[in-house]
Structure formats: structure tokens, C-alpha cells
């Protein structure tokens, strides 16, 4: 079955993970108690408060100021929880847009998606981060607005990434069989998974120190990849 799509992973993979820990992980942690108070009585913010709240299992009557102090804690912990990463990506669309930095990728990844987007291949996003954190990276990227190379993005909410129905689910929003579209990621479980759901994979490993699978073909940059 020839290639339709190609979901890309981010962290490690399009983009560095320095990027990621060191410039947007303490951004966001510096900027959540004052967005908080500042936004909390706007729509969108106060429904991803609440949803946060119910996930900590706090009381209705619990104060903003606690919510807060859990969410900067699930930020410590690096947790993959989904309000915590919309109310991440709302902070990271103000700094972009105030030119506080600039989305990192790699340039063999530029050079890769444009290729791919050249030759009609359709392009999606699978990470972790919220779809608009994902957007907001490519459109205020170091290479400038790269977002018309994607088709499409995809966060938790789709899914968890270590299982195989959240790509299942990618592949029936993307109207793809599963056997036509690649997933690229640094991470091992999550390219099981993708596996597991009939997509093809490929083991992205930057710092060359992960050991060959046959389950997985392995590159350091996304330019070694042959379709």
C-alpha cells in the first residue's frame, strides 16, 4: 500500500527537548499564577480551571490560588494532563506573539517536511502538547510560519500515545488506512503502539545512543528517512 501521510511526534523528533524543558516549561510555569488571575473569569480559561479542579479531586469551593499551585506541580512533574496543557499553550500563544522566543525545529526537519508536503504527502501533528501549543510552535518557528505543511494536529485528547487506539482514532479522523501513514517519534512505546494500530514507524534517535530494533528502522535525522 503506498504512502498517504506522515504524523510526526515533536519533542525529540521535529524539535529539541532543551527547547522544551529550558525555555517553554519555565515560561509557562513563571506566567500561570498571573494568566490565572488575570483570565480566570474568561470562558475558555475558567472551563479548563474547572476541569483541572475536578481532575485533582478538589472541592467546588476550592480558591483559584490552590488550582494554581497544583497545576505548577503537574508542570513539575511533567504530567500529560489535558487542561494543564491548554492552559500551557494559551501562555506560550502570548510569548510567541511577543516575540519572547521562537518555536525550535530542526533544520534537517524543515528540510524533510517541505520535501514530503512537496511530493503530496498529507502532514499531522501527535503530541502531547496542546493542538495550540502545537500550532503556535510552527507558525512562530526559527524557519518562519511552517503550519500550510499541515494537515492536521492531534493532542491527548485523541488519545493517549502509548496506546493504539488513539492512533486508530488518527487515522479514521485523517479518512487513512493505518497501513498508508508513518509515525516518526523518539520514543519506543509510543512507535509500539503506532505498531499496534497498522502504522508503519520510525525511531527518531538525535543523540544515536538508542539500540536497533528490527521493530523500528532508526535514524538521527528526519533528511535519512526513505519513503
Do not use: N
Amino acid at each position: 500500500m503506498p504512502l498517504r501521510g506522515i504524523v510526526t511526534d515533536i519533542e525529540g523528533t521535529t524539535t529539541s527537548l532543551v527547547f522544551v524543558k529550558d525555555v517553554l516549561f519555565p515560561y509557562a510555569r513563571r506566567a500561570l499564577p498571573g494568566f490565572i488571575e488575570a483570565h480566570g473569569d474568561d470562558t475558555e480559561v475558567r472551563a479548563l480551571v474547572e476541569e483541572a479542579r475536578a481532575l485533582a479531586g478538589l472541592e467546588a469551593t476550592a480558591r483559584d490560588a490552590e488550582i494554581t499551585r497544583i497545576l505548577c506541580t503537574w508542570i513539575d512533574e511533567d504530567r500529560k494532563i489535558a487542561p494543564l496543557k491548554s492552559l500551557q499553550g494559551l501562555i506560550w500563544a502570548r510569548g510567541y506573539a511577543e516575540g519572547a522566543f521562537f518555536g525550535h525545529v530542526y533544520d534537517d526537519a524543515v528540510i524533510a517536511l517541505r520535501s514530503w508536503h512537496q511530493e503530496g504527502l498529507r502532514l499531522f501533528v501527535f503530541s502531547s502538547g496542546s493542538v495550540e501549543a502545537q500550532q503556535q510552535l510552527f507558525r512562530y518557528s526559527t524557519h518562519g510560519d511552517l503550519t500550510p505543511l499541515f494537515s492536521g494536529y492531534f493532542d491527548t485528547r485523541t488519545g493517549a500515545k502509548r496506546e493504539a487506539s488513539a492512533y486508530r482514532s488518527i487515522a479514521a479522523v485523517a479518512t487513512l488506512d493505518p497501513r498508508s501513514l508513518l509515525f516518526l517519534s523518539d520514543t519506543v512505546e509510543e512507535l509500539d503502539a503506532a505498531a499496534s494500530a497498522g502504522f508503519r514507524t520510525v525511531l527518531v534517535d538525535r543523540a544515536d545512543k538508542s539500540p536497533r530494533t528490527a521493530a523500528h528502522p532508526r535514524v538521527v535525522q528526519l533528511t535519512e528517512i526513505r519513503l
